[in-house]
C-alpha cells in the first residue's frame, strides 16, 4: 500500500482541489466581491482614442516628415541639401540646421524665395516663416 504525499513532497504551486478552494474563498473575502475582478474589463488600445485626442489640441492636418524633408532636399539641391537639415517644424516655423556659417548667409540672402517656393509644396497654411540655425 502506498503512502500518503507529504506536503513536502508535493510539487510546488500545485495545491488539492480543497486548497485552491480555500485560497479562492480567503482571495474573495479579502477583495470584497464574490468573483475576482476582470482586469482587462475596461481596458482599450491607445489607437482609439489617439485621432479624437489630437482633435482637441488642435494637431490634425499636419505635415508628414518625410515629406518636409525630401520636400528640401528637391528644392535646396544635393550641395545645400548635404551642408543642411529640417529640424523642426513649429507653429508654421520651420527651423534649419545649417552646418557652416557661410552656408547660412547665403541661405539669408535666399530666404524669402526659399520660403516662397517651400509655401507652394507644402502649403501656405502650414509654413508662415523660416528660421535657420548654425549646428
Known amino acids: 500500500m502506498k503512502s500518503p504525499r507529504s506536503r513536502a513532497n508535493r510539487p510546488k504551486g500545485r495545491g488539492t482541489r480543497a486548497d485552491r478552494k480555500i485560497r479562492a474563498q480567503v482571495v474573495r473575502e479579502w477583495i470584497g466581491a464574490p468573483r475576482p475582478l476582470d482586469l482587462n474589463k ?10 479624437s485626442l489630437l482633435e482637441k489640441i488642435g494637431m490634425t492636418g499636419g505635415l508628414e516628415e518625410e515629406r518636409v524633408i525630401e ?6 539641391g544635393e550641395l545645400v541639401a548635404s551642408q543642411t537639415a529640417p529640424v523642426s517644424l513649429r507653429r ?3 527651423t534649419l540646421k545649417v552646418l557652416q556659417p557661410s552656408m547660412r548667409f547665403h541661405l539669408e540672402q535666399l530666404k524669402p524665395q526659399l520660403l516662397r517656393k517651400l509655401q507652394q509644396e507644402l502649403g501656405e497654411e502650414h509654413l508662415k516663416s523660416l528660421r535657420l540655425t548654425i549646428g
Request: aromatic fraction near 10%.
Open 42 to 51: 475596461n481596458v482599450s488600445e491607445a489607437s482609439e482614442w489617439i485621432e
Open 71 to 76: 520636400t528640401w532636399r528637391e528644392l535646396a
Open 92 to 94: 508654421g516655423c520651420l
